[in-house]
T-cell receptor, first 115, second 112 residues
Framework: DVKVTQSSRYLVKRTGEKVFLECVQD?????MFWYRQDPGLGLRLIYF???????EKGDIPEGYSVSREKKERFSLILESASTNQTSMYLC??????????????FGQGTRLTVV | QQQVKQSPQSLIVQKGGISIINCAYE??????FPWYQQFPGKGPALLIA?????SEKKEGRFTISFNKSAKQFSLHIMDSQPGDSATYFC???????????FGTGTRLTIIP
């Protein structure tokens, strides 16, 4: 089974801190994604990457950046954390073998609280 | 702007009953419609998916019905069981693009 591992289950950070969320997948997937999940809003795409060093903005990229230096690792960076970034963050990966198939594998999520 | 609208927000169904969750989309370029299931403390996992060239897809107790002209699709869970209690998300994707657009989610509770 594909395994997508997020480095932390829970994080508490202070306003203004720089925050790094790490994600590693073990199945050599080209595509990796960062979503945030909020009650009543579902999952919203922050950034995605189709290959190493490639990234594209999703629907809500403001206040975030990403890094993909190795194929298996995709990092989400909150440049200056704010309270409205308190959320559940989900990393996912997928293969582009059949475009548009939508089969993404998700990590267990990181619940970030910014105080 | 919510491109995929999902209802209801929450649903309570008796054991053995039929659970129905509905989604509607706006972007006619969407051509792949998966449903994800999420248990508490876990990430979402793919449950079942459909392409618009068919009107229905069934896998065990789970069925997707798809109405292309109405731009709607729904998930039916037959003989609902307490183990089906979870949050369900519909999603849509464009051909050639792995990016998923999700609905807002439905919290399903199956009561004995």
């Amino acid at each position: 089974d594909v395994k997508v591992t997020q480095s932390s289950r829970y994080l508490v950070k202070r306003t203004g801190e720089k925050v790094f969320l790490e994600c590693v997948q073990d199945m050599d997937h080209e595509n990796m994604f960062w979503y945030r999940q909020d009650p009543g809003l579902g999952l919203r795409l922050i950034y995605f990457s189709y290959d190493v060093k490639m990234k594209e903005k999703g629907d809500i990229p403001e206040g975030y950046s990403v890094s993909r230096e190795k194929k298996e690792r995709f990092s989400l960076i909150l440049e200056s954390a704010s309270t409205n970034q308190t959320s559940m963050y989900l990393c996912a990966s997928s293969l582009p073998s059949i475009p548009g198939t939508g089969k993404a594998f998700f990590g267990q999520g990181t619940r970030l609280t910014v105080v | 702007q919510q491109q995929v609208k999902q209802s209801p927000q929450s649903l309570i169904v008796q054991k053995g009953g039929i659970s129905i969750i509905n989604c509607a989309y706006e972007n006619t370029a969407f051509d792949y419609f998966p449903w994800y299931q999420q248990f508490p403390g876990k990430g979402p996992a793919l449950l079942i998916a459909i392409r618009p060239d068919v009107s229905e897809k069934k896998e065990g107790r789970f069925t997707i019905s798809f109405n292309k002209s109405a731009k709607q699709f729904s998930l039916h869970i037959m003989d609902s069981q307490p183990g089906d209690s979870a949050t369900y998300f519909c999603a849509a994707a464009n051909f050639g693009n792995e990016k998923l657009t999700f609905g807002t989610g439905t919290r399903l509770t199956i009561i004995p």
